[in-house]
T-cell receptor, first 113, second 111 residues
Framework: DTAVSQTPKYLVTQMGNDKSIKCEQN?????MYWYKQDSKKFLKIMFS???????INETVPNRFSPKSPDKAHLNLHINSLELGDSAVYFC????????????FGPGTRLTVL | GEDVEQSLFLSVREGDSSVINCTYT??????LYWYKQEPGAGLQLLTY?????DMKQDQRLTVLLNKKDKHLSLRIADTQTGDSAIYFC???????????FGKGTTLSVSS
């Protein structure tokens, strides 16, 4: 029973392309997140959605656009991919309270050539 | 601003205790967390501590919190080779629900 799943697990693409990463959670959580982990393993929040509404949007290029069709899904669309976008992208989910545990997906390794 | 600092590497022998240290800057943080990331895998929550606690023990794991110094530590007793991973300290950011992570401590356990 996968709690937070992401597809694809690996994504290799050329500079300039547009790609999407999908995330789904079956935990009934209200809040979903996208984090980026760079090549040095540094993890940083990108976006947070609560009940399909954007509540955190850190300083990321507007080429990145999250889309939440429903509470269980938060997809990440990236336009005009650049070399620096290469990273591992983690989706996570939790209930709304700060003390609620965030559960992470397995990650999507994006490589831009 | 919010910042979480950790040493980057720790090397121990199997059977020894490991202590991973972390400092944070946001004194209003109510929860502090330790996550583990094995190679090629996602993040797994190990444990967390509420800011009004000094210590929390969970089997081989002991978390110590010094709120005055904003210092958090994770002690792993009887460290095993399977404990080799990156350990991330995290605090809840002021934005509400996003986690602010440290840079991670790579724990290497030799037999």
């Amino acid at each position: 029973d996968t709690a937070v799943s992401q597809t694809p697990k690996y994504l290799v693409t050329q500079m300039g392309n547009d790609k999407s990463i999908k995330c789904e959670q079956n935990l009934g959580h209200d809040t979903m997140y996208w984090y980026k982990q760079d090549s040095k393993k540094f993890l940083k929040i990108m976006f947070s959605y609560n009940n399909k509404e954007l509540i955190i949007n850190e300083t990321v290029p507007n080429r990145f656009s999250p889309k939440s069709p429903d509470k269980a899904h938060l997809n990440l669309h990236i336009n005009s991919l650049e070399l620096g976008d290469s990273a591992v992208y983690f989706c996570a989910s939790s209930q709304s309270r700060p003390e609620d545990t965030q559960y992470f997906g397995p990650g999507t390794r994006l490589t831009v050539l | 601003g919010e910042d979480v600092e950790q040493s980057l590497f720790l090397s121990v022998r199997e059977g020894d205790s490991s202590v991973i240290n972390c400092t944070y800057t946001d004194s209003s943080s109510t929860y502090l967390y330790w996550y583990k990331q094995e190679p090629g895998a996602g993040l797994q929550l190990l444990t967390y501590i509420f800011s009004n606690m000094d210590m929390k023990q969970d089997q081989r794991l002991t978390v110590l919190l010094n709120k005055k110094d904003k210092h958090l530590s994770l002690r792993i007793a009887d460290t095993q080779t399977g404990d080799s991973a990156i350990y991330f300290c995290a605090e809840m950011g002021q934005a509400g629900t996003a986690l602010i992570f440290g840079k991670g401590t790579t724990l290497s356990v030799s037999s």
